[in-house]
C-alpha cells in the first residue's frame, strides 16, 4: 500500500526544496550528536513546534531503521496499530516500511497490537517526523505504530514486545511523537509540563501516565512516550536528557492559550 502524505502543505511546506529549508532554518549545526535508544518530538505545525524538534533532532545519530510511535487523534483504525506493508510517500522521496519488522513486532505483542492501514491514512504524529529524519537519514526505513490505549499494561507489553524485536537489529530509534500541554496559559503549562518531563528524564513510565491523569495534563502522547521508554529501559538505557522546551507563545505572542512542546532524548 502507499500512504501519501496527509499534512503536505499544512503542516509543513509541500514543495521538496522549500520543506528542506524550512527544516534547515530549524537543525542546530553546532551541537554534538550521540547514539541514543529514543527521542521524544513534538508533531505540531512546524512554525510552532519545529524549534523544538529540530533541536532534538540534531542531537542524535538516525539509525537505518526507525519506529516511530504517535497518538491517534483521528480515532480511526484499532486501538493499536501497526501499518506492516508498503511505503510512505513524501515531498522529499518515499520511505519504506520494514515489513519484516512490523511483522516480527505484531507477533511479539499478541492482542495488544493489529494490523491495519486506515489509523494511518489522516493522522498527523507520524507523519511530520519524516522530514527531520530524511533532513539527516535519506536511506533509512520504519515502522509507523498509533496508540488510542494509553493503559500502563499496554504500554508496558507492547514497549517491552519492541525492545525484544528490536534488540537483534541494533541500532534502531524508537521515536515517540507527543506536543504537551494544550490550550492552557503559558505560566500553567510550564507548571504541568515540567511535572511530565520530571517523570520521562528519570525514565518513568508508569509515573508519568499517573501524573498525567492526576494533574489533568493534556499531553496528547503520553502512551507513545510511556512505550517508548519501557523499551529503551528494556534495551538498556540509564538516562534522558531534555534538549529544549519551549510553547507556542514563543512563535505566536499569544501566552495566554497555549501549546508546550519538549525535545528529549534517550541513551
Request: charged content about 25%.
Amino acid at each position: 500500500m502507499v500512504r501519501k502524505p496527509a499534512q503536505a502543505g499544512r503542516f509543513y511546506l509541500k514543495d521538496p526544496e522549500a520543506l528542506r529549508r524550512q527544516v534547515e532554518e530549524f537543525i542546530r549545526k553546532d551541537t554534538r550528536k550521540e547514539d541514543v535508544w529514543g527521542i521524544v518530538a513534538p508533531h505540531a505545525g512546524y512554525f510552532y513546534s519545529g524549534k523544538v524538534a529540530g533541536a532534538a533532532y540534531s542531537r542524535i545519530n538516525v539509525p537505518d531503521t526507525v519506529v516511530i510511535i504517535g497518538p491517534n487523534h483521528t480515532g480511526m483504525g484499532p486501538e493499536v496499530s501497526i501499518m506492516a506493508e508498503g511505503h510512505w510517500e513524501m515531498p522529499n522521496g518515499r520511505v519504506q516500511i520494514d515489513s519484516s519488522l512490523a511483522k516480527e513486532i505484531l507477533s511479539e505483542a499478541g492482542d495488544l497490537a493489529q494490523e491495519d492501514a486506515e489509523a494511518h491514512l489522516h493522522e498527523h504524529s507520524l507523519e511530520v517526523q519524516l522530514p527531520f529524519i530524511q533532513y539527516f537519514k535519506t536511506d533509512f526505513t520504519m515502522v509507523p505504530i498509533c496508540m488510542r490505549d494509553h493503559r500502563v499494561s499496554t504500554c508496558k507489553g507492547l514497549g517491552e514486545a519492541i525492545a525484544r524485536v528490536v534488540k537483534s537489529r541494533a541500532p534502531c530509534l524508537i521515536v515517540a511523537s507527543s506536543d504537551m500541554t494544550h490550550y492552557e496559559s503559558h505560566k500553567e503549562a510550564e507548571r504541568k509540563d515540567k511535572l511530565a518531563i520530571d517523570k520521562i528524564l528519570k525514565l518513568d513510565p508508569e509515573g508519568l501516565l499517573k501524573t498525567v491523569i492526576k494533574e489533568d495534563i493534556s499531553m496528547c502522547g503520553p502512551g507513545p512516550t510511556a512505550t517508548m521508554i519501557f523499551a529503551c529501559k528494556k534495551l538498556g538505557a540509564k538516562k534522558s536528557e531534555l534538549v529544549l522546551y519551549n510553547t507556542s507563545a514563543e512563535a505566536s505572542g499569544d501566552y495566554s492559550a497555549v501549546v508546550g512542546y519538549a525535545g528529549i532524548i534517550v541513551k
